[in-house]
């Protein structure tokens, strides 16, 4: 609460102040507004003094003051929030008020409130939230970009290091690899050109992915090879959808470029249940260890080994 003696004095030095102040007495009335105020709202103080809220603003603004000052010249305390106000044409600004009770030595009994336009801050802030939205979705493309194969569309050998570790990790470190590798696919790019060799390779990913569900994860590890991280699987089940890999691709009706192609895969299977530890690089080499032995067999077949 604040004591004021020479009234006259005190709107002069609210005057030259260049934060809006306003000042109504007991009954919520103008009795003074600053050249700040009339600036901000674009209004004249000659419509604005001897008038309530009601008669000068629109009525959302209106409900918003009311509560405030009534609270403050009953009890002295001091109201500070954050507010949209609406200036005479109805543009909204966004402002922080701050109103206290004014108590004269004749012991009438006034409210000051002063303004802070925060508008201009306000609407940087939107924009900077905007541009660190805009920021983070680049950085998640380019992270993705990084991670993706760019032939194939699935994740690339980089991705490994990051996802699988954590995706084993989620179904207790259990699971098993795929290593798959295209028959063969030097003949293919020798005998109908790259280019064709680029459309089998994605037609036989196109194939996996819609094998696959949702939380296994297809890794191109290079070339013609690549792998399937399936966590949480049985040993059975590994090798069943190893078989049915197999068998999708072999059976699969391929025309490049005018060329009727097919093409076969031959896929190590290795599970967890094979290592007393877990060991990402220890099962990536067991996988490709299996792949080699499936190779040896006379490709196009699955080999395993039982733990």
């Not at 674009?42 to 604005?48: G, I, K, M, S, T």
């Not at 025309?255 to 031959?266: L, M």
């Not at 990536?284 to 080994?305: H, M, T």
């Amino acid at each position: 609460m604040h004591q004021v003696t020479d009234f006259t004095l005190f709107k002069e030095v609210m005057e030259i102040l260049p934060t809006p102040v306003l000042i109504k007495d007991s009954h919520h009335r103008y009795i003074f507004i600053n050249k700040a105020f009339e600036a901000l709202f674009q209004v004249n103080r000659v419509d604005v003094l001897g008038q309530l809220d009601k008669e000068v603003f629109v009525d959302r603004q209106v409900a918003q003051c009311n509560g405030g000052d009534l609270r403050v010249l009953e009890t002295g305390e001091i109201d500070e929030a954050y507010e949209s106000v609406f200036d005479s044409n109805g543009d909204q600004r966004e402002v922080i008020t701050r109103k206290s009770r004014l108590t004269m030595a004749s012991g009438d009994v006034y409210l000051v409130g002063t303004i802070y336009d925060i508008t201009d801050v306000t609407v940087m802030n939107q924009q900077l939230i905007i541009n660190q939205t805009k920021l983070k979705e680049q950085s998640e493309q380019l992270e993705n970009m990084v991670n993706t194969d760019p032939l194939t569309g699935c994740n690339n050998r980089r991705a490994l290091d990051i996802q699988l570790p954590t995706l084993f990790e989620q179904a207790s470190f259990k699971g098993g690899l795929l290593a798959i590798d295209v028959d063969k696919f030097k003949l293919i790019n020798d005998n109908y050109g790259h280019h064709v060799g680029d459309l089998g390779l994605q037609k036989m990913v196109k194939i996996i992915v819609e094998t696959l569900s949702s939380e296994h994860q297809l890794i191109r590890m290079g070339g013609e090879e690549f792998l399937v991280a399936c966590a949480g699987i049985e040993h059975k089940q590994l090798i069943d959808l190893a078989e049915q890999l197999r068998s999708s691709i072999e059976a699969s009706k391929n025309q490049f470029a005018g060329h009727h192609i097919s093409f076969t895969v031959s896929i190590g299977v290795v599970h967890t249940d094979t290592f007393n530890k877990w060991n990402l690089d220890k099962l990536i080499n067991a996988a490709d260890k299996a792949l080699y032995k499936a190779k040896a067999l006379g490709r196009n077949c699955v080999y395993y080994k039982l733990p």
